[in-house]
């Protein structure tokens, strides 16, 4: 059966697109606000408790919020947080991309060609494919990436979507940074530069924001990106990326914002974080696409885990 035909046993109808890409303002405004509420939550109560046990839970928790940061800014580089694209990439900016040090039209470029080129040699997260060769490698990276060992690997990662780089550099020598967003990520960084001088909270800073990105988020975001593709046959459509579903603790850890829909929102971009699990829901009501996507249970639990198929 050629890709076309099995794509036709499947497709979701005209008015079932129309249902699911509506987009919800107060949704996505709320799901950026929750994340900044945990974030500041967790600061709070380890600054009053002041347990080291507390602070550790925190910066852990940080770490995962970071994350559901950087899924955020996945939605905004398609546009489905705000239709207005200037409003749209302003918000997204200021409150997703920038605190992680990432740009978000630089993300949309790169991210874009993902998406066009999908597990391809053309394919820029075509290195995210890799599988562990061992669980022993898969352990040993963890520790590396745990203990900022694998910083520097990071930061190489990043320097794609980076802001950084772009903001000492012409605005036309830099693919996908106006001068507009270099401006707002200067005015952005002075502000939190004055802030922290002024409030005398850089130690704050380092311990409850550099910390977890250095040592909590890049696990989660090597072994997330990991689980996306790695180990999935490209044979069709719905073999090329993996949809899974976790139970709570997973979602929390690795799967914030209904990212683990991935396969959902390869074969339908436009559809906006909140409404991938009716998209799967109506999905799986097709014989073709209950039968053949690749589903798996969880993680690293669940009877077919992600583990057991991106190791070795």
């Given at each position: 059966?050629?890709?076309?035909?099995?794509?036709?046993?499947?497709?979701?109808?005209?008015?079932?697109?129309?249902?699911?890409?509506?987009?919800?303002?107060?949704?996505?405004?709320?799901?950026?606000?929750?994340?900044?509420?945990?974030?500041?939550?967790?600061?709070?109560?380890?600054?009053?408790?002041?347990?080291?046990?507390?602070?550790?839970?925190?910066?852990?928790?940080?770490?995962?919020?970071?994350?559901?940061?950087?899924?955020?800014?996945?939605?905004?580089?398609?546009?489905?947080?705000?239709?207005n694209?200037?409003?749209?990439?302003?918000?997204?900016?200021?409150?997703?991309?920038?605190?992680?040090?990432?740009?978000?039209?630089?993300?949309?470029?790169?991210?874009?060609?993902?998406?066009?080129?999908?597990?391809?040699?053309?394919?820029?997260?075509?290195?995210?494919?890799?599988?562990?060769?061992?669980?022993?490698?898969?352990?040993?990276?963890?520790?590396?990436?745990?203990?900022?060992?694998?910083?520097?690997?990071?930061?190489?990662?990043?320097?794609?979507?980076?802001?950084?780089?772009?903001?000492?550099?012409?605005?036309?020598s830099v693919?996908?940074?106006?001068?507009?967003?270099?401006?707002?990520?200067?005015s952005?960084?002075?502000?939190?530069a004055?802030?922290?001088?002024?409030?005398?909270?850089?130690?704050?800073?380092?311990l409850f924001?550099?910390?977890?990105?250095?040592?909590?988020?890049?696990?989660?975001?090597?072994f997330?990106?990991?689980?996306?593709?790695?180990?999935?046959?490209?044979?069709?459509?719905?073999?090329?990326?993996r949809?899974?579903?976790?139970?709570?603790?997973?979602?929390?850890l690795?799967?914030?914002?209904?990212?683990?829909y991935?396969?959902?929102?390869?074969?339908?971009?436009?559809?906006?974080?909140?409404?991938?699990?009716?998209?799967?829901?109506?999905?799986?009501?097709?014989?073709?696409?209950?039968?053949?996507?690749?589903?798996?249970?969880?993680?690293?639990?669940?009877?077919?885990?992600v583990?057991?198929?991106?190791?070795?």
């Amino acid at each position: 059966m050629s890709r076309t035909s099995q794509r036709d046993q499947y497709r979701l109808s005209k008015e079932e697109l129309r249902q699911l890409c509506k987009l919800s303002v107060p949704k996505g405004l709320f799901a950026i606000g929750f994340q900044w509420m945990v974030i500041i939550g967790s600061i709070w109560t380890a600054l009053t408790l002041n347990l080291w046990w507390v602070t550790l839970l925190a910066v852990i928790v940080i770490g995962t919020r970071q994350h559901a940061l950087a899924v955020l800014m996945h939605d905004a580089s398609h546009y489905i947080i705000l239709r207005n694209k200037l409003v749209n990439d302003v918000i997204a900016s200021c409150f997703l991309s920038f605190p992680i040090l990432a740009s978000t039209t630089r993300y949309r470029t790169h991210h874009g060609l993902h998406h066009r080129h999908v597990n391809t040699d053309r394919d820029p997260d075509n290195n995210n494919r890799e599988r562990f060769k061992s669980r022993w490698h898969m352990f040993v990276t963890a520790v590396k990436d745990v203990t900022a060992y694998n910083t520097m690997t990071t930061v190489g990662t990043l320097s794609h979507f980076g802001i950084t780089g772009p903001m000492v550099k012409p605005a036309d020598s830099v693919d996908g940074v106006s001068l507009l967003e270099k401006r707002l990520a200067w005015s952005f960084y002075g502000v939190v530069a004055f802030s922290l001088l002024a409030f005398g909270v850089w130690q704050e800073f380092l311990l409850f924001w550099a910390l977890p990105m250095v040592t909590v988020l890049p696990p989660i975001l090597r072994f997330r990106a990991l689980a996306e593709h790695g180990g999935c046959e490209d044979e069709s459509d719905l073999t090329m990326a993996r949809t899974v579903t976790p139970g709570w603790i997973e979602r929390v850890l690795l799967a914030p914002c209904n990212v683990h829909y991935h396969l959902e929102h390869h074969l339908y971009p436009g559809i906006p974080f909140y409404n991938l699990p009716k998209a799967s829901d109506l999905l799986h009501q097709r014989e073709v696409y209950a039968e053949q996507a690749h589903v798996n249970d969880g993680y690293f639990v669940g009877a077919r885990r992600v583990v057991d198929e991106v190791v070795g």
